[in-house]
Protein backbone atom coordinates (compact mmCIF):
# COMPACT_ATOMS: atom_id res chain seq x y z
CA UNK A 1 0.00 0.00 0.00
CA UNK A 2 0.95 3.53 -0.63
CA UNK A 3 2.02 5.53 1.93
CA UNK A 4 4.08 7.81 4.62
CA UNK A 5 5.99 5.62 7.18
CA UNK A 6 7.64 7.17 10.52
CA UNK A 7 9.87 4.77 12.40
CA UNK A 8 10.55 4.39 15.52
CA UNK A 9 6.68 5.20 17.13
CA UNK A 10 8.65 5.93 19.99
CA UNK A 11 12.09 7.05 21.20
CA UNK A 12 14.14 7.65 23.98
CA UNK A 13 17.24 9.88 24.17
CA UNK A 14 19.59 10.78 26.83
CA UNK A 15 20.26 14.66 27.21
CA UNK A 16 23.80 15.71 25.10
CA UNK A 17 22.71 13.17 22.28
CA UNK A 18 21.54 13.28 18.55
CA UNK A 19 18.86 11.16 17.25
CA UNK A 20 17.57 10.52 13.40
CA UNK A 21 13.85 9.84 12.82
CA UNK A 22 12.83 8.45 9.68
CA UNK A 23 10.45 9.42 7.36
CA UNK A 24 9.79 7.44 4.11
CA UNK A 25 7.08 7.79 1.59
CA UNK A 26 5.98 5.77 -1.18
CA UNK A 27 3.53 8.25 -2.90
CA UNK A 28 6.21 9.73 -5.56
CA UNK A 29 5.57 13.05 -3.52
CA UNK A 30 8.14 15.84 -4.29
CA UNK A 31 7.31 17.95 -1.29
CA UNK A 32 7.92 16.79 2.33
CA UNK A 33 7.65 18.04 5.73
CA UNK A 34 8.52 17.89 9.73
CA UNK A 35 6.68 19.29 12.02
CA UNK A 36 6.52 19.51 15.87
CA UNK A 37 3.73 18.84 17.88
CA UNK A 38 3.41 20.06 21.58
CA UNK A 39 -0.30 20.03 23.98
CA UNK A 40 -1.61 23.27 22.90
CA UNK A 41 0.25 24.50 20.42
CA UNK A 42 -0.72 23.18 17.23
CA UNK A 43 1.92 21.97 14.45
CA UNK A 44 4.64 24.28 13.86
CA UNK A 45 7.29 23.89 11.18
CA UNK A 46 10.16 22.64 11.37
CA UNK A 47 11.87 21.81 7.63
CA UNK A 48 10.66 21.46 4.57
CA UNK A 49 11.95 20.03 1.35
CA UNK A 50 10.12 20.36 -2.48
CA UNK A 51 12.83 18.55 -4.43
CA UNK A 52 15.21 16.68 -3.94
CA UNK A 53 19.02 17.93 -2.73
CA UNK A 54 16.94 21.02 -1.88
CA UNK A 55 15.37 21.87 1.97
CA UNK A 56 14.57 25.19 3.58
CA UNK A 57 14.21 26.03 7.55
CA UNK A 58 10.88 26.44 9.01
CA UNK A 59 9.96 28.31 11.79
CA UNK A 60 11.89 26.79 14.54
CA UNK A 61 14.82 25.21 12.74
CA UNK A 62 16.97 25.60 15.77
CA UNK A 63 18.86 22.30 16.79
CA UNK A 64 17.53 20.52 14.01
CA UNK A 65 19.16 19.12 10.71
CA UNK A 66 17.60 17.39 7.62
CA UNK A 67 18.79 15.89 4.59
CA UNK A 68 16.64 14.53 0.93
CA UNK A 69 19.27 12.84 -0.95
CA UNK A 70 16.56 10.47 -2.40
CA UNK A 71 12.97 11.53 -3.12
CA UNK A 72 11.26 8.98 -1.18
CA UNK A 73 13.39 9.56 2.62
CA UNK A 74 13.23 13.04 4.18
CA UNK A 75 15.02 12.31 8.04
CA UNK A 76 15.20 14.82 10.84
CA UNK A 77 18.16 14.76 12.95
CA UNK A 78 17.05 16.18 16.62
CA UNK A 79 20.85 17.63 17.67
CA UNK A 80 22.10 18.27 21.42
CA UNK A 81 21.70 21.80 20.60
CA UNK A 82 18.09 21.53 20.83
CA UNK A 83 17.29 22.45 24.31
CA UNK A 84 13.42 21.46 24.62
CA UNK A 85 13.38 18.04 21.81
CA UNK A 86 10.01 16.20 23.98
CA UNK A 87 7.69 16.30 21.53
CA UNK A 88 5.35 14.66 18.82
CA UNK A 89 7.67 14.68 15.76
CA UNK A 90 5.01 14.44 12.38
CA UNK A 91 6.27 14.33 8.77
CA UNK A 92 4.36 14.89 5.86
CA UNK A 93 4.18 14.81 2.17
CA UNK A 94 2.57 15.99 -0.83
CA UNK A 95 2.56 15.57 -4.49
CA UNK A 96 4.24 19.22 -4.70
CA UNK A 97 3.90 22.32 -2.80
CA UNK A 98 0.45 23.32 -3.94
CA UNK A 99 -1.38 19.86 -2.73
CA UNK A 100 -2.91 18.25 0.14
CA UNK A 101 -0.18 16.97 2.88
CA UNK A 102 -0.81 13.57 4.12
CA UNK A 103 0.77 12.23 7.25
CA UNK A 104 2.46 9.93 9.25
CA UNK A 105 1.41 7.91 12.32
CA UNK A 106 4.44 10.21 14.01
CA UNK A 107 7.20 9.50 16.42
CA UNK A 108 7.26 10.64 20.04
CA UNK A 109 10.79 11.69 21.40
CA UNK A 110 11.32 11.37 24.88
CA UNK A 111 14.59 13.54 26.59
CA UNK A 112 15.77 11.01 29.53
CA UNK B 1 2.80 36.05 8.34
CA UNK B 2 -0.27 33.49 8.28
CA UNK B 3 -2.01 32.85 11.14
CA UNK B 4 -5.07 30.84 11.98
CA UNK B 5 -7.19 30.47 14.95
CA UNK B 6 -9.43 28.13 16.33
CA UNK B 7 -11.17 28.04 19.31
CA UNK B 8 -9.67 24.75 21.97
CA UNK B 9 -12.55 22.49 22.97
CA UNK B 10 -16.26 21.60 21.86
CA UNK B 11 -18.44 19.48 23.51
CA UNK B 12 -21.75 18.07 22.00
CA UNK B 13 -24.06 15.18 22.74
CA UNK B 14 -24.31 11.80 20.52
CA UNK B 15 -26.50 12.63 17.35
CA UNK B 16 -26.19 16.40 17.87
CA UNK B 17 -24.59 18.44 15.03
CA UNK B 18 -20.95 19.71 15.86
CA UNK B 19 -20.00 23.04 14.43
CA UNK B 20 -15.75 24.12 14.43
CA UNK B 21 -14.75 27.06 13.80
CA UNK B 22 -11.72 28.64 12.35
CA UNK B 23 -10.30 32.15 11.29
CA UNK B 24 -7.32 32.99 9.11
CA UNK B 25 -5.50 35.85 8.17
CA UNK B 26 -4.00 35.52 4.96
CA UNK B 27 -6.33 36.99 2.26
CA UNK B 28 -4.51 34.95 -0.61
CA UNK B 29 -5.06 31.53 1.14
CA UNK B 30 -5.67 29.37 -1.62
CA UNK B 31 -6.52 25.90 -0.02
CA UNK B 32 -8.24 25.31 3.56
CA UNK B 33 -8.00 22.04 4.97
CA UNK B 34 -9.51 20.03 7.64
CA UNK B 35 -7.54 17.13 9.37
CA UNK B 36 -8.28 14.80 12.46
CA UNK B 37 -6.04 13.84 14.96
CA UNK B 38 -7.49 10.50 16.70
CA UNK B 39 -5.07 10.12 20.51
CA UNK B 40 -0.89 9.53 19.61
CA UNK B 41 -1.23 9.48 15.78
CA UNK B 42 -1.11 11.46 12.50
CA UNK B 43 -2.90 13.64 10.91
CA UNK B 44 -5.96 11.95 8.99
CA UNK B 45 -7.26 14.84 6.00
CA UNK B 46 -10.85 14.81 6.20
CA UNK B 47 -11.67 17.19 3.83
CA UNK B 48 -10.36 20.22 1.88
CA UNK B 49 -12.02 23.19 0.14
CA UNK B 50 -10.55 25.87 -2.58
CA UNK B 51 -10.76 29.76 -1.82
CA UNK B 52 -13.04 29.72 -5.15
CA UNK B 53 -15.78 27.64 -3.41
CA UNK B 54 -18.56 28.56 -0.38
CA UNK B 55 -19.31 25.51 0.38
CA UNK B 56 -18.64 21.32 -0.16
CA UNK B 57 -20.41 18.55 1.20
CA UNK B 58 -19.22 15.31 1.86
CA UNK B 59 -21.55 12.26 3.53
CA UNK B 60 -21.63 13.87 7.31
CA UNK B 61 -19.42 16.19 6.52
CA UNK B 62 -20.08 20.11 5.35
CA UNK B 63 -17.38 22.84 5.02
CA UNK B 64 -18.77 26.64 4.42
CA UNK B 65 -15.92 28.82 3.54
CA UNK B 66 -16.61 32.50 4.30
CA UNK B 67 -13.87 34.21 2.15
CA UNK B 68 -14.71 38.28 3.05
CA UNK B 69 -14.86 37.57 6.66
CA UNK B 70 -11.60 34.59 6.22
CA UNK B 71 -14.09 31.95 8.22
CA UNK B 72 -14.13 28.32 7.74
CA UNK B 73 -16.14 26.06 9.45
CA UNK B 74 -16.70 22.04 9.60
CA UNK B 75 -19.93 20.56 10.27
CA UNK B 76 -20.47 17.31 11.29
CA UNK B 77 -23.59 15.94 10.98
CA UNK B 78 -24.94 12.95 13.21
CA UNK B 79 -21.88 13.91 15.63
CA UNK B 80 -20.95 10.34 17.01
CA UNK B 81 -18.61 9.00 20.00
CA UNK B 82 -16.06 7.85 17.45
CA UNK B 83 -15.51 11.39 16.21
CA UNK B 84 -13.98 12.37 19.35
CA UNK B 85 -10.69 14.05 18.10
CA UNK B 86 -8.59 16.93 17.47
CA UNK B 87 -9.39 18.92 14.39
CA UNK B 88 -7.17 20.81 12.61
CA UNK B 89 -8.12 23.86 10.16
CA UNK B 90 -4.80 24.70 8.18
CA UNK B 91 -4.37 27.04 4.49
CA UNK B 92 -1.72 26.81 2.40
CA UNK B 93 -1.25 30.53 0.20
CA UNK B 94 1.33 32.06 -2.37
CA UNK B 95 2.51 33.82 0.68
CA UNK B 96 3.46 31.09 2.63
CA UNK B 97 5.25 29.34 -0.04
CA UNK B 98 2.39 27.13 -0.43
CA UNK B 99 3.42 25.43 2.84
CA UNK B 100 0.56 24.06 4.94
CA UNK B 101 -0.19 26.20 8.16
CA UNK B 102 -1.97 24.89 10.73
CA UNK B 103 -4.34 26.28 13.99
CA UNK B 104 -3.90 24.94 17.29
CA UNK B 105 -6.87 22.17 17.27
CA UNK B 106 -9.87 22.00 18.23
CA UNK B 107 -10.77 19.22 21.11
CA UNK B 108 -14.03 17.40 20.19
CA UNK B 109 -15.74 15.66 23.08
CA UNK B 110 -18.85 13.69 22.17
CA UNK B 111 -20.97 12.51 25.39
CA UNK B 112 -23.62 9.33 24.90
Known amino acids: DGGITQSPKYLFRKEGQNVTLSCEQNLNHDAMYWYRQDPGQGLRLIYYSQIVNDFQKGDIAEGYSVSREKKESFPLTVTSAQKNPTAFYLC???????????FGQGTRLTVV | GEDVEQSLFLSVREGDSSVINCTYTDSSSTYLYWYKQEPGAGLQLLTY?????DMKQDQRLTVLLNKKDKHLSLRIADTQTGDSAIYFCAESSSGGSYIPTFGRGTSLIVHP
Open chain 1, 92 to 102: ASSFDRNTEAF
Open chain 2, 49 to 53: IFSNM
